[in-house]
């Protein structure tokens, strides 16, 4: 499955999912397996780690954590989008401020950012509502930030429109948290119930 892991080149005939959507090796007529209940609850796990660029022990935590609160919330898949979403690497990618998740984990963690004004290297740290994040001024004006996506945003990011939860200026480089994400904005390729089950077992 296409999981526009690598930004625009995703978008664009040089995506390698367009050029060989089919697994390497010797080209051969390959019988279509069928996924056991438990391969397909892995599928789906193994899709939304990759999809939000985690690691296994990080992602166990996130998901354990929402399984604890289970009757305690009166929707578990929601939860685990909002709080996947709100880690500050994802809310970079999804001001536009990088073109992937690997790149805005990247960037933050290179210390490109400031929340509230204060500088912030941690990709997992919880935006909330109200937070500021910016662009470290020093970081455009001296031409430190490593990529030319980067340094040319304000021209990049003119025609582009983060979620409803959230603001953008484009002229201060400055995004702002205005709201809560949504599971149907936030549309993850996976069924997220399979992943609990996974992880119940």
């Known amino acids: 499955m296409k999981l526009f892991l690598r930004g625009e080149k995703c978008l664009s005939p040089k995506c390698p999912m367009v050029k060989k959507a089919y697994p390497p090796g010797p080209k051969r007529k390959r019988r279509v ?11 789906e796990k193994q899709k939304l780690k990759n999809w939000y660029n985690l690691k296994e022990r990080q992602f166990r935590k996130y998901v354990k954590g929402v399984l604890e609160k289970r009757g305690k919330v009166e929707d578990e898949a929601l939860l685990l989008v909002k709080t996947l979403e709100s880690r500050l690497d994802n809310v970079v990618f999804r001001l536009g401020f990088a073109k992937s998740r690997t790149q805005a984990k990247q960037l933050v963690s290179h210390g490109h950012f400031l929340v509230n004004g204060k500088s912030i290297d941690v990709p997992s740290y919880p935006a909330k509502k109200g937070d500021i994040i910016t662009l470290k001024p020093q ?3 001296k031409n430190r930030v490593p990529t030319e996506r980067v340094q040319n945003l304000k021209n990049l990011l003119k025609k582009y429109k983060p979620p ?3 603001e953008l200026n484009v002229e201060k480089l400055e995004g702002k948290v205005i709201g809560e994400p949504s599971l149907e904005e936030a549309a993850p390729p996976v069924e997220i119930p399979a992943i609990f089950e996974y992880y119940s077992r």
Do not use: D, I, M
């Open 164 to 166: 409803a939860w959230l």
């Open 33 to 43: 397996r069928a996924f056991s209940e438990y391969g397909k609850e892995l599928n």
């Open 139 to 141: 970081k455009v004006t």
